[in-house]
């Protein structure tokens, strides 16, 4: 069974930083989408940054490029993903998500069969 855990959020003011982890168990493909989504009142889970494990590929939202990166720790099975210059337009649930489909390159959470619990990031002004 695939498990998915996620840490890292808090709260911080604008233009700081914070540094999201999500440590996946049960996978037994050694290639597979995972990313990164972040959900408020308003939308509902999008996809912030999406990368295939396995291939070194990744796919940023428009609104995240420069400012987030994405890695991947093989031997902890951990993808971490590094906020830097946060906005209070990156307040949010983050949620990780790990699949085997196509879904680092949509970047849709229909793509994702597996979810953590979410941690909120909070940035405020």
């Known amino acids: 069974q695939v498990h998915v855990v996620e840490s890292g959020g808090g709260s911080v003011q604008a233009g700081g930083s914070l540094r999201l982890s999500c440590v996946v168990s049960g996978y037994t493909d050694s290639t597979y989408s995972m990313g990164w989504f972040r959900q408020t009142l308003e939308k509902w889970r999008e996809g912030v940054v999406g990368?295939?494990?396995?291939?070194?590929?990744?796919h940023y939202a428009d609104s995240v490029k420069g400012r987030f990166t994405i890695s991947h720790d093989n031997e902890k099975n951990t993808l971490y993903l590094q906020m830097n210059s946060l906005k209070p337009e990156d307040t949010g649930m983050y949620y990780c998500?790990?699949?085997?489909?196509?879904?680092?390159?949509?970047?849709?959470?229909?793509?994702?069969?597996?979810w953590g619990q979410g941690t909120q990031v909070t940035v405020s002004s």
């Open positions: 998500a790990a699949g085997s489909g196509p879904g680092w390159a949509t970047m849709s959470a229909n793509y994702f069969d597996y």
């Open positions: 990368t295939y494990v396995g291939r070194g590929l990744t």
